[in-house]
């Protein structure tokens, strides 16, 4: 397995439930992220680990908890959604959070609110 | 103003013509400019990744940044409906900063 995975691919969840996202990046970097992807936007960065210490949360509510437990896993806890929220949600590694350091993403969890 | 923009198409054109995709931006502090793909589906994968002012070309794939102009593009040659993609402008300062995205622009290459 290379690069960075992301699972589910899709998921439909209510507004009460809870879930899990999950990602997991094999290319040995230090940092990974957590992005929001909606149309016709550009993406929201939501959550910056540096060596799964949380260095950014860009103001994103309560209802997104996300976990770093090491540098190759990141995980996006989910609960009590609003509709708005559904959209799809990339997770990304890179060797260091300097700007000049490209990102390599997954290809995302589909989120449907209902 | 916003720091990126960059038009969302769609931008429809036949097999084998040139494209051209553009962003321009208002930081005059970027120096690093990058080009994503992102088929349907997908995540962005890196296309091209250039520092300053200048040209970098790898196949069919040229990116160009004018700093002086604060404008970027990228050129596909001989363009395949395997282009067929979402493509993503970005960049930053190369600094403790964050990566800034453009909307996308959405291209079809027609048969």
């Known amino acids: 397995e290379t690069g960075v995975t992301q699972t589910p691919r899709h998921l439909v969840m209510g507004m009460t439930n809870k879930k899990s996202l999950k990602c997991e990046q094999h290319l040995g970097h230090n940092a990974m992220y957590w992005y929001k992807q909606s149309a016709k936007k550009p993406l929201e960065l939501m959550f910056v680990?540096?060596?799964?210490?949380?260095?950014e949360n860009n103001s994103v509510p309560s209802r997104f908890s996300p976990e770093c437990p090491n540098s190759s896993h990141l995980f996006l806890h989910l609960h009590t959604l609003q509709p708005e929220d559904s959209a799809l949600y990339l997770c990304?590694?890179?060797?260091?959070?300097?700007?000049?350091?490209?990102?390599?993403f997954g290809n995302g969890t589909r989120l449907t609110v209902t | 103003q916003k720091e990126v923009e960059q038009d969302p198409g769609p931008l429809s054109v036949p097999e084998g013509a040139i494209v051209s995709l553009n962003c321009t931006y208002s930081n005059s502090a970027f120096q690093y400019f990058m080009w994503y793909r992102q088929y349907s589906r997908k995540g962005p994968e890196l296309l091209m990744y250039t520092y300053s002012s200048g040209n970098k070309e790898d196949g069919r794939f040229t990116a160009q940044v004018d700093k002086s102009s604060k404008y970027i593009s990228l050129f596909i040659r001989d363009s395949q409906p395997s282009d067929s993609a979402t493509y993503l402008c970005a960049m930053s300062e190369g600094r403790d900063d964050k990566i800034i995205f453009g909307k996308g622009t959405r291209l079809h290459i027609l048969p």
């Open positions: 990304a590694s890179s060797q260091t959070t300097r700007g000049n350091s490209p990102l390599h």
């Open positions: 680990y540096n060596f799964k210490e949380q260095t």
